[in-house]
């Protein structure tokens, strides 16, 4: 096993076994935990919808006035969270102000970005496969036929 041949012989399958870590490690960690935008929805819902509840601690006669002031901080806060979505998800938008939220996209360091992952699993892979080239070369290339068959 610690001679040359041994060594080619062994390589692509401990090289196919690393792919496979690597990608294990990767794929996890590559990825963006979804509770963490589904909490932000969260906030951001109960939050466009908090006017509504005046409604219920109002007399009727001042209905007329703190529903037209009701319809015109629900359009604000649309407005708001429509932005701090945008931003959140890393297009350009207006600045945004929602309590409790940060109206930013997160940013992921450069080791897990799904690019990342991918090129480190296909240069893992290319180098298993230029060494069972190397394998199949030195073990079955073609050699003169034997005497006598």
Same mark, same amino acid.
């Given at each position: ?37 589904? =909490? ?15 409604? =219920? ?15 015109? =901080? ?30 930013a996209s997160a940013t992921v360091p450069w080791w897990r970005t799904p690019q990342f992952a991918t090129l480190v699993t296909v240069g893992i892979a290319l180098v298993t496969a230029m060494v ?18």
């Amino acid at each position: 096993m610690v001679s040359w041949d041994g060594l080619v012989t062994l390589a692509p399958p401990l090289l196919a076994l690393l792919t496979a870590v690597a990608t294990l490690i990767f794929v996890p960690l590559s990825q963006a935990p979804p509770t963490v935008i589904a =909490d932000k929805s969260q906030v951001l819902l109960a939050w466009t919808s908090e006017p509504v509840s005046q409604l =219920d601690a109002a007399e009727p006669n001042d209905f007329d006035p703190l529903i037209a002031r009701i319809h015109q =901080d629900l359009d604000r806060r649309a407005v708001q969270v429509g932005w701090c979505l945008q931003k959140i998800q890393g297009h350009q938008a207006p600045p945004a102000t929602v309590p409790g939220i940060t109206c930013a996209s997160a940013t992921v360091p450069w080791w897990r970005t799904p690019q990342f992952a991918t090129l480190v699993t296909v240069g893992i892979a290319l180098v298993t496969a230029m060494v069972s080239l190397l394998a199949l070369r030195s073990r079955y290339g073609f050699q003169k036929r034997p005497e006598g068959t």
